[in-house]
């Protein structure tokens, strides 16, 4: 998994400490610690799934030997029944640490499929789906994770390494009396040659204004098709054209197919349906 481990550990911890906090009080209830079991993680629909070493991660947090067998890897497509994983061990570890590490399998899954919908649906294009920074706070860097797992490629990942001249920012410059070109021009001589700009415009107009003025990258934001299609010729190669705004899987190919270089798609992230999986557990043996 491309995610450095001390974020996995952070997150898992969290998660964790949320869910069980001082113990999981019906489990220690009624649960005898001498009992291990064998626990089935099974898909109950189709999908890709991603999230399997956060899974691991969970159960080695709560104890280390529980043991985790993982029959596929994250970016497979699978069909419904499908066993994904298998745990066994202390069958208190695995109840309790059930619904945390489910939580994580399902969304990320989720995210997967989802992405991989969006990646069909454009093939044969040039086209490449990209996510963005709707996602759920906290969790970016286990959705952007998600996404490459369903065929997507990430946008930037925060303000920190990517620069985007959105529409706020012309807002509040052009109301200081700062143009378009002279904004690019000015950012650019900010940033410096290895830093890649892009630059959000409503209008073909404006394409062609940032394309001349150095952008590296131009958003085409909430444009329909006929201006889409416009304002990619205009723009001539000169930049790489994104499009955006109330993207649907039923009018991602008529975009794609205007030309455009990137699709970005805020849904992968902020509204995406968890996969449904489930764990289910095996008669228990005494220790």
Not at 29 to 51: C, D, L, S, W
Not at 56 to 66: G, I, N, Q, S
Not at 70 to 79: F, K, L, R
Not at 248 to 261: K, P
């Amino acid at each position: 998994m491309d995610i450095q481990l001390h974020l996995i550990d952070t997150i898992v911890s969290q998660a964790l400490a949320e869910d069980i906090g001082n113990g999981d009080i019906t489990t220690l209830a009624a649960i005898p610690a001498n009992i291990a079991t064998t626990a089935y993680i099974v898909t109950r629909e189709a999908g890709v799934i991603a999230g399997l070493p956060l899974v691991e991660a969970v159960f080695r947090k709560l104890d280390p030997t529980v043991r985790l067998t993982c029959h596929i890897t994250d970016g497979t497509a699978v069909s419904a029944g499908t066993p994904v994983a298998t745990l066994t061990g202390s069958a208190r570890t695995i109840l309790s640490g059930e619904r945390v590490a489910l939580n994580l399998l399902q969304r990320l899954s989720g995210i997967a499929t989802l992405t991989a919908q969006y990646v069909a649906a454009v093939a044969g294009t040039r086209a490449q789906i990209i996510d963005t920074r709707k996602t759920t706070p906290g969790l970016r860097v286990l959705e952007k994770y998600a996404v490459r797992m369903g065929g997507g490629r990430n946008h930037r990942f925060g303000l920190y390494d990517g620069v985007m001249l959105k529409d706020n920012h012309l807002a509040i410059l052009a109301a200081h009396g700062v143009d378009l070109a002279t904004a690019i021009a000015r950012v650019r001589a900010q940033i410096g040659p290895m830093v890649r700009l892009e630059v959000e415009v409503e209008c073909v107009a404006d394409a062609i204004v940032a394309a001349e003025a150095g952008a590296d990258l131009i958003l085409l934001d909430n444009m329909p098709l006929d201006q889409l299609r416009a304002a990619v010729d205009a723009v001539g190669g000169r930049a790489q054209t994104e499009a955006s705004g109330g993207v649907t899987l039923q009018t991602v190919r008529a975009i794609a197919e205007t030309g455009v270089d990137y699709i970005s798609v805020g849904a992968l992230t902020h509204s995406v349906r968890a996969l449904d999986i489930g764990l289910d557990c095996a008669e228990e043996q005494r220790g």
